[in-house]
């Protein structure tokens, strides 16, 4: 029997006092470790017991379980062969088992693993064979478990021999004959991604795999994943971003708690020091802003033309829902934009879907544009765009079919601007003057596009002033060599600003006087030139103002002044041309000084960008297009602005998006989307519109009708109460002559009556 603190203490042996007993061989290992042997024997025994009998219930295992996996660090020697047995007994009869005992085990195995009595690689291959078993709780518990111990191994630092032995049982995992265990191990794959744990391209490839799975739920799976990666790492590093915040807002809460506390030295003072510390490292740790940069697992894929071409044979057999042959044809588009993919048979099969009354045929439209980029070969398209002017831009089509077939056709143009040929978008352009607004609205914004894009195919009327002819996108498989890197004197002009603004506004106060002085100085020796050099400075200053104000000769006294010269050169002619040799040498000097300093090299020639300096230009060129629309001193400051920006977050944008499908159906289908789509849409879209010509933001002066009523004397007052009475007095007599009258007649009026 154990001692604690010299006083022995009797411990029963039924299951209720097994939580006693833990709490004293904590205290006391030694001393009561015999009564630990004798449980350990008893809980030998039942296992034994439940091996042959797996079926049966046993509460008195459960809670054994619970007392051997705490106490077990205790007793190491004694308890090495736990982990194993309760390990071999899970995998050996794991559909057999009572639900209450095979979860008491894992629990058991889990809280073993956390004391360090089992290796972590073996629970977790463990747990992977265990999502074979029918038990939906258990699954779930063990999917849970799996994310969250592999995401905290990988917490400090990479492991990376534990992430390859794992990924390799993993991967063999989607090739099990149990579906179900394909399907969890497949989920573990997408979740771990989404948290940046393994996020590289063999997980992305492995997951690939699975869009030719002969199971339907693997595929579908697959193209959740590969479909919407990019939005889930949008929102994982939105959900750091928001740690890191929670954690900086918990430091300021606990250090305000501090100041109220005031003293120091208690010892709740010291705890609260204590968990401070803390809070400001994690919020040092994870600073708000700072998210890991990610791109969508489709740009991963080592392979997409393959993928592409199977995936594009698998949608023309027809074997899917309806539901899951639209999402594969929105992963072929992505595919197809994002790689330049050239797969010629994709544009004619979804020709074949381009109906009015098709079912969802806005996606298929929105799919059809994500599939064109300048690669595509224009004949390709031509087909397209005469097959949508034929079913929807017709006179016997609703409006919001047209509008729908303009918008598309602008979309296709914008990527493929050679698609387009003179003689249909002149047919497409007669309906600016049509009496819906969303065909008129669409009309207009091809247009636009087409003033921009290729000018030469519009009517003179229709290209605007100042058209640029010369705009015409290159013929198809033209190739154009780059000669630097595009937007590159946008970041030099920024980095040349800001070095500017770090060394100073100017020159010092010393300096500048003495670049006053030396101004001076070269003022003073200006003004002794004599008057003739003047007139030939002037008459070099060029031919078109010699007969401005500025007092150039006539044409009579130039013609006297040769006639001068040429009497005088026949006298002096030597002396003459030695003047004008010396002449010749000055002019070449001052030429020479003249003559502009050589240009800095360009940035991208002097040095290599890095990923960093690509993201500021993404952000220059988009704040410059955002100040192009403005003029005028505006347009000014929003340059000054754009040079003086420091804050250039990143600004990557991903190829092969999807499109949004409001964008083909037009305005009305905005009027009529849902508030979350209207406000989702706008925010994206939202521009300053008190930058617009006439518009005030804001109210400058004046009062409104409603302040103007509360502010009126009281002689307007009374005079309005006054109208109001004589309105209701003159209803209620109307209302009383009535009643009187009703009440003065009784009885029937007869019909032909004398």
């Known amino acids: 029997m154990g001692v604690l603190h010299g006083t022995p203490t009797n411990v029963s042996t039924d299951p209720e006092s097994l939580p006693t007993l833990q709490n004293l061989i904590k205290r006391d290992p030694d001393g009561y470790k015999d009564d630990f042997e004798r449980r350990l024997r008893h809980f030998q025994s039942i296992i034994d017991i439940q091996r042959s009998q797996p079926g049966a219930e046993s509460k008195e295992l459960v809670a054994l379980l619970g007392f051997v996996s705490a106490v077990c660090p205790c007793f190491p020697q004694l308890t090495a062969e736990v982990p194993a047995q309760l390990a071999s007994l899970l995998d050996d009869q794991l559909d057999a088992l009572d639900p209450p005992v095979r979860r008491a085990i894992f629990q058991a195995l889990v809280l073993l693993r956390n004391r360090g009595m089992l290796e972590p690689l073996t629970l977790l291959q463990l747990c992977f064979r265990c999502f074979r078993g029918r038990d939906k709780i258990l699954r779930e518990r063990l999917y849970m478990y799996v994310v969250s111990d592999i995401k905290g191994v990988n917490a400090k630092h990479k492991d990376n021999a534990l992430n390859r032995r794992l990924q390799t049982h993993v991967f063999a995992m989607l090739n099990d004959t149990s579906v179900v265990a394909a399907k ?433 230009i993404a952000r220059l060129k988009q704040l410059q297009q955002e100040a192009g629309g403005l003029r005028g001193a505006k347009r000014r400051r929003a340059e000054e602005a754009l040079l003086d920006t420091d804050d250039l977050p990143s600004a990557l944008e991903v190829e092969g998006e999807a499109v949004d499908t409001l964008d083909i159906e037009g305005a009305k289908a905005r009027r009529n989307a849902t508030r979350e789509e209207k406000l989702a849409n706008t925010k994206a879209g939202r521009t300053d519109h008190s930058e617009k010509k006439g518009f005030q933001s804001k109210k400058t002066g004046g009062l409104s009708n409603k302040e103007k009523k509360k502010n009126q004397p009281f002689s307007m007052i009374r005079k309005s109460n006054s109208v109001k009475s004589k309105i209701r007095h003159r209803d209620d007599h109307a209302r009383a002559d009535a009643r009187r009258a009703k009440k003065m007649f009784k009885g029937r009026v007869k019909r032909g009556a004398a």
């Open 184 to 616: 969890y191990a497949l989920r573990v794959l997408v979740q771990l991604y989404r948290r940046h744990v393994w996020r590289d391209t063999r997980t992305v490839n492995v997951v690939a795999g699975a869009l030719f799975c002969p199971h339907s739920a693997l595929r579908i799976a697959a193209l959740h994943f590969l479909l919407g990666a990019h939005d889930q790492a949008t929102t994982a590093d939105s959900d750091d971003e928001d740690a890191g915040t929670a954690a900086g807002k918990t430091a300021e809460r606990m250090q305000k708690n501090l100041k109220k506390e005031g003293a120091t030295s208690t010892r709740n003072s010291k705890k609260t020091m204590r968990k401070l510390k803390r809070a400001q490292a994690t919020a040092k740790k994870k600073p708000a802003g700072e998210a890991a940069a990610s791109f969508a697992a489709i740009h991963l894929l080592h392979d997409p033309h393959a993928i592409g071409e199977k995936l594009f044979s698998e949608v023309r057999k027809q074997g899917e829902k309806f539901d899951v042959r639209l999402m594969m044809l929105n992963l072929l588009s992505r595919l197809i934009g994002a790689h330049r993919l050239l797969i010629p048979n994709f544009y004619p099969f979804v020709q074949r879907y381009m109906q009015p009354h098709q079912r969802e045929i806005t996606l298929v439209l929105a799919y059809l544009v994500q599939g064109c980029h300048e690669l595509v070969p224009p004949e390709s398209l031509q087909p397209l765009l005469r097959t949508l002017a034929q079913h929807f831009v017709s006179d016997k089509s609703r409006p919001e079919m047209v509008a729908i077939g303009i918008n598309t056709t602008r979309e296709v143009c914008a990527r493929v601007p050679l698609a387009m040929d003179a003689t249909l978008l002149s047919d497409l352009l007669e309906y600016r003057k049509d009496r819906d607004k969303a065909v008129v609205a669409s009309a207009r914004s091809l247009l636009q596009l087409f003033r921009t894009k290729r000018p030469e195919l519009l009517h003179k009327k229709y290209r605007g002033k100042g058209a640029d002819l010369s705009a015409t996108p290159a013929a198809y498989g033209a190739l154009e060599a780059a000669t630097g890197v595009e937007g590159a004197e946008l970041l030099q002009r920024h980095e040349e600003r800001l070095r500017a603004r770090n060394e100073g506004a100017g020159v010092g106060r010393d300096e500048a006087h003495e670049w006053a002085e030396r101004d001076g100085e070269e003022s003073d020796a200006e003004n002794s030139v004599d008057d003739d050099e003047m007139e030939e400075g002037g008459e070099e200053g060029g031919e078109e103002g010699e007969e401005g104000e500025g007092g150039a000769e006539s044409e009579e006294e130039l013609e006297e002044g040769d006639v001068d010269s040429e009497a005088e050169g026949g006298e002096d002619g030597e002396e003459d041309e030695d003047d004008e040799e010396e002449d010749e040498e000055d002019e070449e000097e001052a030429v020479a000084e003249r003559a502009p300093a050589p240009a800095a090299p360009r940035l991208d020639m002097s040095r290599l960008l890095t990923p960093r300096d690509f993201e500021r």
